[in-house]
């Protein structure tokens, strides 16, 4: 094999093709568009995929699953949404699939949360925690907690806060990937974020 | 504590300004830019008379910054190497 994958896929020649382009190439089965295509997007997917499922190996199974469905579909693409939205969505798909069939998950609702208001007025005094040194928000540990927080979210919370403030998807791209209206995309990112404020508050300051 | 309660909540109505419950609801689109011009005056007004709503607010924007900064994960390039081979190989590439 004349190319191998290094860590820097922004520097591949190839990654300056253009979507339509590729899509022709992924069309023809040509090797080139199947090298872009992992160049491209494989490390996307597989972040996605491990922030849902949180295992290595599982993870590389859905890349791989993803991949060959593309591979395979790509005859069928319409193109009514672009080809990422299109991945991700067998990505979001095939990682809830892989979830609901993991057993003993305890979910956490805003039951607390909503308690914390009086007249509408705020009984309980919030601390600061987002004045804590930046050393800790860079730790791993801050970071694997929260990794943690999110995995106890439940399903459609964790996939919209997944893609909204995770992966950076517009809005508009959330809504198509998860085929959601634009107010209830905004409330699903809203109590993930309000329960992973909660959780956080109660691991460092509380 | 519902007298207090109760009193702030006439003080907010009284500036025109949303109440803390409000606030929590309006974090979001406030955040995200997305309330009219007028709200997000009377969210700001709140703000800075409410001492628990501005520490709620800046912790909830740290919240969305952690999720936008996580660590990187990355593929092991052998892993690519191998989905490389599977696909040519089902493709027929």
Redesign the interface.
Known sequence: ?SH????DFSSSPASHLNEGELIRG?TQ???WA??Q??DQW??KL??LA??FLGKKEEA?EI??EV??KV??KIDTFQGDSSLYTWMYRIAVNQSLMRLRTQKGKEFVSLEEHASE???????????????LPEEL?AK?E??DF??QCVDELPEDLKTA?LLK??E?FS?EEVCTTLELSKPAM?NR??RA??I??EK??RKYVR | MSVKTRMMKWMFRMMGLPTCEEVDQFAYDFLEGQLDPKTTHQVKRHLKTCKNCHRFMESYRKTRSLGQSPPSIALDPEFKEKILEFLSRKGGA
């Open positions: 094999m191998s994958f290094n860590k992924l089965k040509e090797e199947y090298r295509l992992i494989s490390d597989y972040r491990y922030r590389e890349v791989q991949l060959q591979v395979e208001f009086e007249n509408g007025i705020r009984v309980r005094e919030i601390p600061d925690w987002s004045k928000f791993k801050l970071h929260l990794q806060y403030d995770v950076g809005e905004r990112v809203h974020r309000l992973l404020r956080l508050e």
